[in-house]
């Protein structure tokens, strides 16, 4: 759900030290924005402080440009990073897959009826099978096939069309190869994967396959940003589903589907409304 | 979970306005005192801003009636009221009971092993039942019988409790007593009662039979402050479980007191951590 | 998840009394038929007995008209009505919508995939909005507008396309229209209806709307046979979905999406699966 | 929920084979034995049949002695190995305890309102500090030290309590100690034992810390029949909580009380129930 659409999102994190929510809502009210719904933690053992307000600007000729300048002496002062999203705002995303669609035609739907502010600029795959639905979509999409030898050409060529879309977000929608370090690197805290497991407990290739050999009774799925230790990137948010004796291996691939679609759905959400702060390995999710 | 013992809560509701935030967190600042944690809300169909924060003062010699006498008159330019809440407080509590006990066991243990920040002064309760249970935990336990003739009387007695004891909370632990309308505006935003049904699902008597008769598949429980409509208080929290058509009336008693306990025991941390404002017929929760 | 593809289930009712599971299970070993999953249940309050039961011919020659044929005469010994369901059925179904796609969107999708063992012959709706999506899924799509004056009409229209195209299930998904008794009484236990809150809540409209104002912390959505009390058709599922004070109404519609697309999909898949038992006001549910 | 008071359980299983269910459902029928809920399932991995029947016998001068004997051929057959269970049936348990006392105290309440038909016989600790909250509830407490070399000499106490006390069931309620695979073996499908996360999720000591790292957005606890393959016991049932960034590891284990409390109630309601089948590594849990 975005924000009403007069509605600004500040986001910011400091090292820990006095003052640091002082600085940003004093200057939020010296600067006549009104805060509608405002959040802040400090984490006490990374002693790590992370603030996200929303808020309206009280006069029409509000001017972010002014605003950044003038704001950023004063976070400076605090080693504060920050920011500041406009209303309206739409991030312009990548969607990468393989063969299964469920997950990016869950996004789809979302995208179509605007309840993820995004703009897809492409869909990436290394099979040619969803391209009728991207086309459906009225979405460019680009079948790049990998085998073992072109794996880092494939990936170069993934990786161009990032650029060239200018992708603010990469969402692995089930896309089922491993990226190389060096992409993670680029990548870093602007690339959301959906592992088919709530992990840490089934890492890794056929997730419920394990958990059926386990006998598990729940299963579910993570959403995290990627980084190169795999299958080990800070969780966003993480959903569950009972099952029972009676759910073969393929009838877990089934339920599985709708809680990797939700739980990747809401993930994406969180990040486009700004309520995801990433320091080091761990997340802080200001959920509503 | 209570806050860590050098936290202290400042909790704080007014009008919408510019410079709501501000108004407290500049203070703060300016009294030394470190945010851990803060949420702050503007409920715009309602024009009510509500704003919560824990902190620790960074000087030993942190004066909390200073803090009050020099924060008043700015709180009052805003129509601002607040609550200032030391670390380790511990609320007085009056616990109201009839004859189950399920809620009732489940608030002691978790009084008992500290869980609860909270000093029961008394149990009180139209039967004698659970007399030993509020004896084992050395809590005294008033047993005043209630007839359709001695009900005015009855109320009068358990309001002297509340009064003697300094109660600041009442917690309504399935006392199946309806409460008169004085009674109820004497305790307007401090007892919390716990209904055992998902309101406004099945109101008044015997909701589990109520949904045994409709064939719901999820049953729940509503933990309200109580208001002299009936089953309509503001809501502060709710919870539910599955059923099935296996289960008879009576195993959906049996299920519902898992989750009447789990839903009580929540509200009733929300309350005692300032996490619950009311205003008008709803609540803003700021849940961790 | 439909069961393995050599798999049939039968599904029988009848009022209690000894021997009601003897009858089935015994013929089915008779009739050397292997049963992988089988559940009854005896309502001792409405004195019925339900039984389903997955099974697999061992003999290649099996012959269901002669299996149907030769237990007949058992079963009406014991008042039973039964339904004999071949492995791979898939059920012709009518879909009823009007401008909302969430639900319309989600089932062609489980559809497309093969995940809900329908066949759907048409698409109709009171608004042309949705053709689109019905078109992409190669889709017959009826608009049959509707008027307080052409209601009846109208009504009429959107039966003869149900008795044409040979529907057994009606899936009304998010079809904002009252049927008429006439109507409800036609597609007794064979229309399943979503209403968008958790019934009994909020019955009638813009559900999303009271659960506000009442300040509701949790949301649901109920899947039902419709019948012509409206609102109160039996019920067949439910789910939820917790909300805050920070969800406006148009927060709480767009959260609710969700819980309605897994809501009714998990009715739909219960009805075709034949999990479901119609009796009286209420269902028996045999989920996996 | 126990069944009712004049419901008999028989539970079975063998190899898959025509006609296991039929020799169950016919020798019920044939006794006169109405059966009031039935469930079988046949695993067609592990080539299993399992069944579970609830019956009321028709005639007053039910001979369960008669019953068994004449079963015990026609079981033979096919090598099926059955339990049958009176209405009314409190199994005797014995409960192993550390320090930690929220599932002991869940579980006597339980016991107390005979919501868990089950027979204390004692409970046994490593540590002497439960003992009031066990003398409260009449129950005898066996306080047996443990020290890196009496651990032998210390586990053979406890065995000798289960033995002299009768126990068919061994509740490990948060019993922080390893025991040895002699005990696991003599053990085996007759102790329940909680892991304190979602197994296989994080194993060993601390796993709320290790949770706590990792970033988890869930927590959550395991209730399974322990082996002497540590923490990989058959898994009987799971439960689940949402965590966030601000809960810290000690929020985290005051958090998991409930669930811990939650999950290992159920699985030993299960158990009692005859609803749980071991199998292999596997369990089969016919759940209401």
Redesign the interface.
């Known amino acids: 759900?975005s924000p009403?659409s007069d509605t600004w999102i500040i986001a910011a994190q400091c090292p820990?030290r006095?003052?640091?929510?002082?600085v940003v809502?004093?200057f939020?009210?010296e600067s006549?924005c009104?805060?509608?719904?405002?959040?802040?933690?400090?984490?006490?053992?990374g002693e790590r402080f992370f603030i996200r307000a929303e808020f309206r600007p009280?006069d029409d000729d509000f001017d972010d440009e002014a605003f950044r300048a003038a704001f950023a002496p004063r976070a400076e002062e605090f080693d504060m990073t920050f920011e500041l999203t406009p209303p309206g705002t739409r991030m312009p995303v990548v969607i990468l897959v393989s063969k299964a669609?469920?997950c990016l035609?869950d996004l789809l739907?979302r995208y179509r009826?605007g309840?993820l502010p995004i703009e897809i600029r492409a869909v990436v795959s290394n099979h040619p099978d969803l391209e009728p639905l991207a086309a459906?979509h009225d979405l460019p999409y680009y079948h790049f096939p990998i085998t073992p030898d072109t794996k880092a050409e494939q990936e170069a060529r993934v990786w161009g069309v990032i650029e060239e879309t200018g992708a603010e977000l990469v969402i692995l929608a089930r896309y089922m190869q491993v990226l190389s370090s060096e992409m993670c690197a680029k990548l870093a805290g602007r690339a959301i994967n959906i592992h088919h497991s709530?992990?840490?407990?089934?890492k890794g290739a056929k997730p419920y396959h394990q958990a059926y050999d386990?006998?598990?009774?729940?299963v579910?799925a993570t959403a995290h940003y990627i980084n190169d230790d795999l299958d080990e990137g800070?969780?966003?948010?993480?959903g569950?589903e009972p099952v029972?004796?009676?759910?073969?291996p393929?009838?877990l691939v089934?339920?599985g589907?709708?809680i990797e679609c939700?739980t990747l759905a809401r993930a994406v959400g969180y990040h486009l409304e700004r309520r995801v702060f990433l320091h080091a390995?761990?997340?802080?999710?200001f959920?509503?």
């Open positions: 759900m009403p820990s006095l003052g640091t929510v002082d809502t004093r939020l009210k006549r009104y805060i509608t719904e405002q959040h802040s933690f400090d984490d006490r053992l009280l669609d469920h035609n739907y009826i309840q459906w709530l992990l840490p407990g089934f386990k006998g598990v009774k729940l579910g800070p969780i966003i948010t993480q569950v029972s004796h009676a759910d073969y393929e009838d089934a339920k589907r709708d939700l390995k761990r997340t802080v999710v959920a509503k």
